[in-house]
């Protein structure tokens, strides 16, 4: 099974090393392929830059040993995906559904109301609940 993580789901899992985060993402790392998008890698960049800058190498150490595939968008066209509550989230969205992975894990409550078939997109304790019994 193919799953891309959301920004939140890395960020949460370095700053919260014994957190139900970390062991959902321990899980998807043992039994899952991880698929990150670029717009995803950048935004976690982004997230320690300007609120955790002091942390930057535990951030960039993580990112090192985190065994995923890179996926690489090479077009975003706004108009081709399902409306998501924050504009900015539309990359997020279309990296998972260009990807072709099975399940989106996010914390963001902005994609609560989309409803698509592919992937499944499910916050972290209905992945935990679905996966991890």
Known sequence: ????????????????????????LKHMVQNCKIVLSQYTIDEVLEV????????????ENFMEKLPYELFLLKKLNTKKYPI???IDDIPVLANAIESNVDILVTGDKDFEKVKIAKPKILKPREYESIYMV
């Open 1 to 24: 099974m193919r799953i891309m993580v959301d920004a939140n789901i890395i960020v949460s899992a370095i700053l919260f090393k014994n957190s139900l985060i970390s062991e959902i």
């Open 48 to 59: 320690f830059d300007k609120k955790f800058p002091h942390r930057m190498d535990e951030m």
């Open 84 to 86: 998501v509550r924050d």
